[in-house]
T-cell receptor, first 113, second 111 residues
């Protein structure tokens, strides 16, 4: 079974802090994704990566950056956390461009105060 | 702007009843997926439909992809409390593997 793990289930940070969310997958997947999930809005794509050191902006990249130095690890960085970034953050991976099934981690609920 | 609209947003039914969730779009998708998400967990893939008009069954769950590949439905027969969860549809339309998600339908099945 594919396993996607996220570094924290719950995180509380202060406004202006730099926040790192880590995601690791163990199935040698090419693609990795970061979403945020808010009630009534569904999942919105922040960034995705289709290879090591490659990244593409999703629908809502403002205020975020990403890093993918190794194939199995994809990090989401909030450069200066703000209260409107309080949300559930979900990481996902998929095998390659041709297969669209995505496997999700359990999520990190981030609260910015 | 949501490219995929799900309805209803919330559904509460008694055990044994049937329910249908709809996913509609003005866009054509190359494939469409349904996920279920339980509280505190990430979504888990239930099914992928690829061909227009396709019908897939997964035990008591029936999934249909519209002929024009713009809409889909999920029908649950004789719902059970274990079917409780947030049901999300997601459409794929580009070559990167990106998905567009609907806002979800919260289903609650009470004993």
């Amino acid at each position: 079974d594919v396993k996607v793990t996220q570094s924290s289930r719950y995180l509380v940070k202060r406004t202006g802090e730099k926040v790192f969310l880590e995601c690791v997958q163990d199935m040698d997947h090419e693609n990795m994704f970061w979403y945020r999930q808010d009630p009534g809005l569904g999942l919105r794509l922040i960034y995705f990566s289709y290879d090591v050191k490659m990244k593409e902006k999703g629908d809502i990249p403002e205020g975020y950056s990403v890093s993918r130095e190794k194939k199995e690890r994809f990090s989401l960085i909030l450069e200066s956390a703000s209260t409107n970034q309080t949300s559930m953050y979900l990481c996902a991976s998929s095998r390659d461009r041709g297969l669209y099934e995505q496997y999700f981690g359990p999520g990190t609920r981030l609260t910015v105060t | 702007t949501q490219l995929l609209e799900q309805s209803p947003q919330f559904l509460s039914i008694q055990e044994g009843e049937n329910l249908t969730v709809y996913c509609n779009s003005s866009s054509v998708f190359s494939s469409l997926q349904w996920y279920r998400q339980e509280p505190g967990e990430g979504p888990v893939l239930l099914v992928t439909v690829v061909t227009g008009g396709e019908v897939k069954k997964l035990k008591r769950l029936t999934f249909q992809f519209g002929d024009a590949r713009k809409d889909s439905s999920l029908h649950i027969t004789a719902a059970q409390p274990g079917d409780t969860g947030l049901y999300l549809c997601a459409g794929a339309s580009d070559s990167w593997g990106k998905l567009q998600f609907g806002a979800g339908t919260q289903v609650v099945v009470t004993p």
